[in-house]
């Protein structure tokens, strides 16, 4: 029998970007359901907590919206509770009081009848720009709770899953047509973002992460072009990555280009806000890929995870001391 939990530890932390990979999400349930061993095996310490982008009670109302239904006065509207808020032991209280079942061991995005509460995990480490929302989770949740209250539903009578199958659907549109087009339309509108700049010389960073690698720049090495997102179009983007990565890609983001040697760098501002990062550290980890290429073995093509990780330490290490530290990578 299928309970609201199971649903949600079902599909805990897998949101796909585009509404075609539903399928393939439902078919692949073995996958799914060890997804939530996979986050309980992480490292206990919480990341950041993300910011919502939009506020909840438009979410209330696209997803009202969409499954064609008015908001009445007279039914209560959850409380939407988040983990870096209320914590998990709170949680863990609510859940058993709920089903009466033994909780699980982290906060999941979850709605509670009975308690008439939503909870949702915000650490900043289960959400991707470009493929993974907070916003959208709320949305999800806000779709069973329609379900409940104003049709009826019961997920416990529900053995196809259509109400989950409902939800993630509903909740890709919003994701397709809210986050990723970015539509004003008076839906949920959202006040332009500050771009985001370097606080840092690029030419520092560059050194300085060239200086951690143990490479020494060299005079007749051409140095990346750096392409702003806001000043790059989407074909441009393209013709930068195009037989480096399969598939096309929807959205600019962060990149080192071999073939041209050109860096794209998101310079939205509410990025780097909702990750509590910094679009220097960002330039830091395109420049390994850069070092990587030009003063290593690395050619087209040929970066693996081992290349990738090394791009992360990098910048870690980078945000650490020069983020979070009042570092200067130009000494």
Same mark, same amino acid.
């Given at each position: 029998m299928k309970t609201p939990l199971a649903a949600a530890l079902l599909l805990l932390g897998l949101q796909p970007a585009l509404a075609g990979d539903f399928d393939a999400l439902v078919a692949a349930s073995s996958e799914l359901k060890s997804s939530l061993s996979a986050f309980q095996a992480r490292s206990p310490k919480a990341s950041p907590p993300v910011r919502l982008q939009y506020e909840e009670q438009c979410m209330l109302r696209v997803a009202a919206d969409y499954m064609g239904l008015r908001l009445r006065p007279d039914i209560r509207v959850p409380t939407v509770r988040y983990a870096s808020e209320y914590g998990l032991e709170a949680f +863990? !209280?609510? *859940?058993? $009081?709920?089903?009466? %079942?033994?909780p699980p061991s982290a906060v999941i995005n979850l709605y509670l009848p009975k308690a008439e509460e939503i909870w949702i995990n915000d650490e900043s480490r289960l959400y991707t720009p470009g493929k993974r929302y907070m916003d959208a989770s709320v949305l999800h949740e806000y779709v069973h709770f329609l379900q409940y209250q104003y049709r009826g539903d019961r997920m416990e009578n529900d053995p196809s899953d259509s109400l989950e199958s409902e939800a993630v659907k509903l909740q890709f549109r919003f994701i397709d047509e809210q986050i990723h087009s970015g539509s004003q339309g008076g839906v949920c509108p959202?006040?332009?973002?500050?771009? %985001?700049r370097p606080k840092h010389p690029q030419a520092c960073i560059l050194k300085a992460v060239a200086g951690y690698m143990g490479k020494e720049l060299r005079p007749g090495v051409p140095l990346p072009e750096v392409r702003l997102a806001s000043e790059t179009t989407l074909a441009e983007f393209h013709d930068s *990555?195009?037989? +480096?990565?399969?598939? %096309?890609q929807r959205h600019i983001t962060n990149v080192y280009s071999v073939r041209r040697n050109r860096i794209h760098l998101l310079d939205e501002g509410l990025y780097y806000q909702r990750l509590n990062r910094a679009i220097d550290d960002s330039l830091a980890h395109e420049y390994v890929h850069?070092? +990587?290429?030009?003063?290593? %073995?690395?050619?087209?093509?040929?970066? $693996? $995870?081992?290349a990738e990780m090394q791009a992360i330490d990098v910048q870690t290490w980078f945000?650490?001391?020069?983020?979070?530290?009042?570092? $200067?990578?130009? !000494?």
């Open positions: +863990q !209280r609510a *859940v058993k $009081d709920e089903y009466g %079942a033994e959202v006040p332009p973002a500050p771009l %985001a *990555v195009e037989g +480096q990565w399969e598939g %096309a850069y070092v +990587q290429h030009r003063y290593g %073995a690395y050619g087209e093509g040929q970066f $693996d $995870d081992s945000r650490d001391e020069f983020i979070r530290k009042p570092g $200067d990578p130009c !000494r």
